[in-house]
């Protein structure tokens, strides 16, 4: 019964069935899915990968950032990281948060047509917030950021008025400085580590010159 859910799935995903890897991994997602006690009608394969060259994320920090009107704290562990969870509740937000954190100044690769468009703009129980921050925080006891500290946290903070800010470790910097930090790391908004909603299915599915504009 899981093969067909699973087919379904992948096909509602727009993953082929004849991808045998894509469908493997789904099935693993599926299976994880009905164990957490989810229902298969509200599964969307919209998974999350962050891999960052030599280094670790530990931890995303989010407050008024779209649909994060608390503050949660995602504590990531060494390996593979995926979010799964029903259509709509939030798991493209997650990676939204990271590619604007790291420097993103355009309102539509986060789906929005203003940047205060990122800002939680409230519903009918909760009001809505006057700012939206995100904090990333990377373990670099290697020292593959040019930078005196063996944990790195990179924040940025905006305000419906329009004012913004970057902090490094707490002290206020440029955006400059941001992508002068993350400079031939692979990080960054436009970088490898980090693949947005739709662009999966135009790596598997494109023909080579397409994967070629891509990267």
Not at 54 to 83: H, N, W
Not at 106 to 118: F, N, T, W, Y
Not at 130 to 159: K, M, P
């Amino acid at each position: 019964a899981n093969d067909a859910i699973c087919i379904a799935l992948c096909s509602k995903a727009g993953i082929p069935s004849d991808n045998k890897e894509r469908m493997g991994y789904c099935m693993e997602m599926l299976e994880r899915g009905l164990m957490l006690g989810m229902e298969a009608e509200d599964l969307w394969f919209d998974p999350l990968f962050l891999v960052i060259k030599g280094m670790q994320d530990k931890q995303l920090d989010v407050l008024g950032f779209k649909s994060f009107a608390d503050k949660p704290r995602l504590t990531f562990e060494p390996g593979m990281i995926a979010i799964v969870g029903p259509n709509g509740c939030g798991k493209s937000n997650v990676s939204d948060s990271i590619r604007w954190v790291l420097g993103e100044q355009s309102a539509k690769q986060l789906r929005g047509a203003s940047m205060q468009d990122v800002i939680f703009a409230g519903t009918q129980n909760r009001k809505p917030l006057g700012y939206a921050y995100v904090a990333i925080t990377l373990d670099n006891s290697d020292h593959s950021l040019a930078i005196d500290y063996n944990e790195v946290t990179v924040a940025r903070r905006v305000y419906r008025s329009g004012e913004s800010e970057y902090l490094i470790n707490g002290v206020v910097s440029r955006l400059k400085d941001v992508h002068s930090l993350f400079f031939d790391t692979g990080i960054g908004k436009e970088g490898y580590s980090i693949i947005g909603q739709g662009q999966i299915e135009r790596i598997l599915s494109g023909k080579p010159e397409e994967r070629r504009e891509l990267f």
